[in-house]
T-cell receptor
Framework: EAQVTQNPRYLITVTGKKLTVTCSQN?????MSWYRQDPGLGLRQIYY???????DKGDVPEGYKVSRKEKRNFPLILESPSPNQTSLYFC?????????????FGSGTRLTVV | GEDVEQSLFLSVREGDSSVINCTYT??????LYWYKQEPGAGLQLLTY?????DMKQDQRLTVLLNKKDKHLSLRIADTQTGDSAIYFC????????????FGKGTTLSVSS
């Protein structure tokens, strides 16, 4: 089944403890992206990647890192999480970044930083 | 900057038609999307329309696009309780690179 898989689905962590949220897609998509969803603010893009080893900042990149060493994986790294990073995170992928055929989203990761 | 605007709530009775409206920001956006998010779930692509089209129909879903007014609508015919969800309008504005820009979502509540 064609899908975007995120792990974990739920995570509670403490301030300052490094964490990684994994994202993997099996559709050979070139484009991958991370969004966060917050009440009243909708979905905002954190980082995106046009292809392997090509990443760029979205609207809200502060406090996050990403890497794209392989086409299928695009992990989101929080080096020193803070409570304002408590949010629902979505990974998305697409054949290209231009939007034809749409974006496929993962099921989400709900992160709580205490 | 401008936002993608949607009304926050819509309540309908089962069997009625639902119309969710959206105003987007960039008249040169190539693709416009409707996503559905059910409680506790991710975003499911419902349908999308290419900017050179005025209308697209897919079973119970009809998308209307008015480029002059930058207005997009989603009509759901014969609305069912399973259609209760949050519906997001989204665009990829040319000047924003490749980011999907979302509205804040319309919560559709269907009562039986």
């Amino acid at each position: 089944e064609a899908q975007v898989t995120q792990n974990p689905r739920y995570l509670i962590t403490v301030t300052g403890k490094k964490l990684t949220v994994t994202c993997s897609q099996n559709m050979n998509h070139e484009y991958m992206s991370w969004y966060r969803q917050d009440p009243g603010l909708g979905l905002r893009q954190i980082y995106y990647s046009m292809n392997v080893e090509v990443t760029d900042k979205g609207d809200v990149p502060e406090g996050y890192k990403v890497s794209r060493k392989e086409k299928r994986n695009f992990p989101l790294i929080l080096e020193s999480p803070s409570p304002n990073q408590t949010s629902l995170y979505f990974c998305a992928s697409s054949f290209t970044g231009t939007g034809d055929r749409g974006y496929t989203f993962g099921s989400g990761t709900r992160l709580t930083v205490v | 900057g401008e936002d993608v605007e949607q009304s926050l709530f819509l309540s309908v009775r089962e069997g009625d038609s639902s119309v969710i409206n959206c105003t987007y920001t960039d008249s040169s956006s190539t693709y416009l999307y409707w996503y559905k998010q059910e409680p506790g779930a991710g975003l499911q692509l419902l349908t999308y329309i290419f900017s050179n089209m005025d209308m697209k129909q897919d079973q119970r879903l009809t998308v209307l696009l008015n480029k002059k007014d930058k207005h997009l609508s989603l009509r759901i015919a014969d609305t069912q309780t399973g259609d209760s969800a949050i519906y997001f309008c989204a665009e990829i504005p040319n000047q924003a690179g490749t980011a999907l820009i979302f509205g804040k979502g319309t919560t559709l509540s269907v009562s039986s």
